[in-house]
């Protein structure tokens, strides 16, 4: 696998609609297109794979079906054509309250239907400060504990980097991927996110630590992701 790039729409779409999902699909060649691995909202999931990008959903439920309203089951996203799946983004841990438990719950799910987790750790401001972030995400790593040789791919995302336009420098972007293949084998991919875009990603990128990107705001930029696109 080479370095991988995941496109975090969150919830917003390329001009805030959906002609600007085609208008974004435009700006890319078929090759490149190969390349990007987009995270829409879910009602786009099959909108955006069907212009021919990889497609990764933001969440999904710890449950495998039923009455579960407004949930979306790893069944329903293998159906729909999803390959990866992002778990524990910080904007869930924070925003839903999301543990242990129900992460480890969510990537069974995931494993069972072929989709692969990507899995977000990373510290907060206060305990990068304070030089806490190995022992941060020791304690969040926990949660695959019970996964060994599974594949998932780790995304290091610092939140004091997340939407704020201060990405994590290389030093300690390196030494910290380099803790978690310690942590998790050699073999384990490694994406890096947090204020990206294709000014500082050459200089990510180029860090053998690094095995790809999660890139938010800057996605949803087609001219930023081209640029991003030819350096990997
Ligand atoms: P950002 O978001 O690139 O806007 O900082 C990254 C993410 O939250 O995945």
């Given at each position: 696998m080479g370095k991988l790039i995941i496109a975090n729409w969150k919830m917003n779409l390329p001009v805030g609609s959906m002609a600007g999902i085609t208008s974004f699909a435009e700006k890319f060649s078929p090759a490149q297109k190969k390349l990007l691995v987009v995270a829409p909202p879910y009602p786009f999931l099959t909108h955006v794979r069907a212009t021919g990008f990889h497609t990764a959903a933001q969440d999904v439920s710890s449950n495998e079906k039923g009455a579960f309203t407004g949930d979306v089951s790893a069944e329903l996203l293998m159906q729909a054509g999803v390959n990866y799946c992002i778990v524990g983004h910080s904007e869930r841990r924070q925003n839903h309250n999301e543990g242990h438990e129900l992460l480890a719950q969510k990537i069974i799910q995931l494993l069972n239907h072929h989709i692969t987790p990507v899995f977000c750790v990373g510290e907060h401001a206060d305990e990068h400060a304070s030089k806490k972030t190995n022992d941060v995400l020791s304690a969040q790593l926990h949660a695959l504990d019970n996964f060994k040789d599974k594949e998932i791919i780790i995304a290091y995302e610092p939140v004091w980097a997340i939407g704020t336009g201060l990405n994590a420098g290389p030093d300690h972007i390196k030494t910290v991927h380099h803790y978690i293949k310690q942590r998790l084998g050699n073999d384990t991919h490694v994406l890096y996110g947090g204020s990206v875009n294709a000014g500082n990603a050459a200089a990510i990128l180029a860090l053998r630590e690094v095995d790809g990107l999660l890139i938010g705001?800057?996605?949803?930029k087609p001219d930023e992701m081209v640029k991003i696109l030819a350096m990997v």
């Open positions: 705001g800057a996605s949803l």
